[in-house]
């Protein structure tokens, strides 16, 4: 395509700080997870893609990314998970083909680090079209609850089979609620250490315990008047025992003592055994979602270059 033939893929450098920020001005087309220093990061860490046109030196789009490593349980191997954090485009580049070529030129920077599993979050209608143009796969879409009043609410008493105590996670037990949580969740969705390691400096971690063994944990914290619920999970050898929802409810217990209004949180729509939960507890849906698209090597195509 003589279009593509005129646009050349690199990867970002110092001196396009300034014409990044103007390409971010102006882009009418942009979906960006960063403030701009971490834009500059970006840049100075080299995860920062730039389409220009060659004649011009001209950006027309940009893509920002960052590895992870993918916790797994023992014996088991997962990719390595890359996440956009910025996509922009600019006028007149089409989004669907800019990110073609950049995520061609992105695959070819990861080839060495296979397997690996490209990952998108998207909020916009025009992004989904044009990811999905691209070659990404939806894997999942992510829905939103809320429960309003928590100061009044009072909830029934969970049996719960298991003999397991709930108490608060210690700072130091970061690499063990990481092994837990490989245990609990499908690749896509684990928790690195780093994620974790937050999760326990943001706010409260309560842990589920039977014996000397970690089966369940939940995290959450206090924004101002609300609660956010960010994590539940319980070991899979140990579900439909009550343990999730005793974590969950004691969470709830701790916001109204905090002095929260409401609760919030997220998950996957095809969760149903933690919809229910939430159900239970009087959530509901808020119609917030955001789509998740997915792309491994296989699916992309040879016959996009740059």
């Not at 680090?113 to 990404?136: K, N, T, V």
């Not at 969950?248 to 933690?274: I, K, P, V, Y």
Request: glycine residues 4%.
């Amino acid at each position: 395509m003589r279009e593509r033939d005129a646009m050349q893929v690199r990867i970002a450098e110092a001196a396009d700080v300034e014409p990044l920020r103007r390409l971010l001005s102006s882009a009418p087309r942009q979906q960006v997870h960063l403030n701009f220093d971490g834009i500059e990061l970006a840049v100075r860490e080299q995860r920062c893609l730039v389409l220009e046109r060659n004649a011009e030196n001209a950006l027309l789009a940009l893509l920002i990314f960052a590895c992870e490593e993918t916790p797994a349980p023992t014996g088991e191997s997962a990719p390595r998970r890359v996440y956009l954090q910025g996509m922009a485009f600019q006028r007149p580049i089409s989004p669907t083909e800019a990110l073609r070529v950049l995520l061609r030129a992105l695959a070819r920077m990861l080839e060495k680090h296979q397997p690996y599993l490209i990952i998108a979050y998207s909020r916009q209608s025009w992004l989904d079209r044009a990811l999905r143009s691209a070659g990404m796969a939806q894997a999942e879409r992510v829905e939103f609850f809320s429960l309003e009043d928590l100061q009044r609410r009072r909830w029934p008493q969970f049996d719960v089979t298991a003999a397991c105590c709930i108490r608060q996670a210690a700072a130091t037990e970061s690499g063990a609620l990481t092994t837990l949580d490989a245990c609990a969740f499908e690749p896509l969705w684990r928790y690195s250490r780093r994620q974790m390691q937050d999760a326990l400096d943001a706010g409260p971690v309560l842990v589920a315990q039977v014996g000397d063994q970690l089966v369940g944990y939940m995290a959450f914290q206090f924004l101002e008047e609300t609660c956010l619920l960010v994590r539940l999970a319980v070991h899979p050898d140990w579900r439909g025992r009550g343990i999730g929802r005793a974590l969950f409810g004691e969470a709830l217990l701790q916001a109204q003592r905090h002095g929260c209004m409401r609760a919030l949180l997220n998950t996957q729509a095809s969760n149903q055994r933690a919809k229910d939960i939430y159900h239970a507890f009087g959530f509901r849906p808020t119609g917030e979602s955001f789509a998740v698209f997915t792309l491994e090597p296989s699916m992309l195509d040879p016959a996009i270059s740059f």
